[in-house]
């Protein structure tokens, strides 16, 4: 009965020149994409799609705010298709810190309201340790917090590590960052971090198997050398030094303590240490395993 009155009613509204309403314009997907980041310049790079059906006025802008108390609207660059109708923006930002932000994004449709969606951003170190990093048949965590900053010093050694391939290592000389991370407990959380920036003359290749760093400054968070070897059988090694003023101080550390040498391609290497150390204090913490 309703379907017949429907059809009724739309055809008497025709033979008297009144024009039916447009099919309703509204939007069927809205996303976000975290193109690149870059933990040295503190710097996230997104993408935004939106799709619409229907007619209606040209959508104008996606409303983002990233995070750290800043919101912009990006107007789209570029539209494409009729029905559906997509419209894309790429937008960057700048944050004042290392903190991990969350990024949120609106429509620009308020019928009946705008579709969000969210975006996790994560400079340098994660909050806590990463899953499935590498491990180390032996491993070495030295600090020393001295009196005089000039003085301080960091040292961890991974070696008989797990097979580690010469991509798994991306190219720091030019486009790959590396980042230092010290857990400890409760948490665990992140007690100690230093952004590695990629470039040369800082790292340069080490024979055919590798790369080294080297920065006498420690300008990096205090890191003045860092090995990287890849290798399978047991072979693989990773030597991280650093020293000076501008090395963080985590001290004193709750085991059990984890270190990570994470990178900007997804990849890390660990060894988490644990109880009895062989030093821990406010000025030095040492422990070698096994």
């Not at 070897?229 to 991280?240: F, M, N, P, R, S």
Request: overall charge negative.
């Amino acid at each position: 009965m309703n379907v017949v009155l429907i059809a009724f009613t739309g055809a008497l509204l025709a033979a008297l020149g009144w024009s039916q309403p447009a099919v309703a314009f509204h939007i069927t997907g809205f996303s976000g994409t975290v193109v690149s980041i870059d933990s040295v310049a503190r710097q996230v790079n997104i993408s935004i799609t939106e799709t619409t059906v229907g007619t209606g006025s040209p959508h104008v802008a996606a409303n983002v705010q990233w995070g750290d108390a800043m919101t912009s609207l990006q107007a789209w660059t570029s539209t494409t298709g009729v029905a559906p109708k997509i419209y894309k923006v790429s937008a960057s930002h700048t944050y004042p810190d290392l903190t991990t932000r969350m990024i949120t994004l609106f429509s620009d449709s308020n019928a009946p309201s705008p579709l969000q969606d969210t975006l996790q951003v994560d400079f340098g170190c994660s909050d806590t340790p990463l899953g499935g990093c590498r491990a180390a048949g032996k491993s070495l965590l030295q600090i020393k917090n001295d009196s005089d900053d000039g003085k301080d010093k960091f040292v961890w050694k991974w070696v008989k590590g797990a097979d580690t391939s010469l991509a798994a290592l991306g190219d720091p000389t030019s486009s790959t960052q590396y980042f230092v991370c010290v857990y400890d407990a409760p948490g665990p959380a992140l007690a100690l971090q230093a952004v590695v920036p990629a470039g040369a003359p800082e790292w340069s290749a080490a024979g055919s198997s590798g790369f080294k760093y080297k920065d006498n400054t420690g300008a990096a968070g205090g890191m003045t050398k860092i090995k990287l070897k890849a290798a399978t059988g047991g072979k693989a090694k990773v030597l991280v030094k650093g020293a000076g003023a501008d090395l963080e101080d985590p001290l004193p550390l709750t085991q059990p303590v984890t270190v990570q040498l994470q990178n900007s391609d997804g990849e890390c290497w660990e060894h988490p240490f644990t109880s009895p150390e062989t030093e821990t204090s406010a000025d030095a913490f040492k422990d070698k395993e096994p």
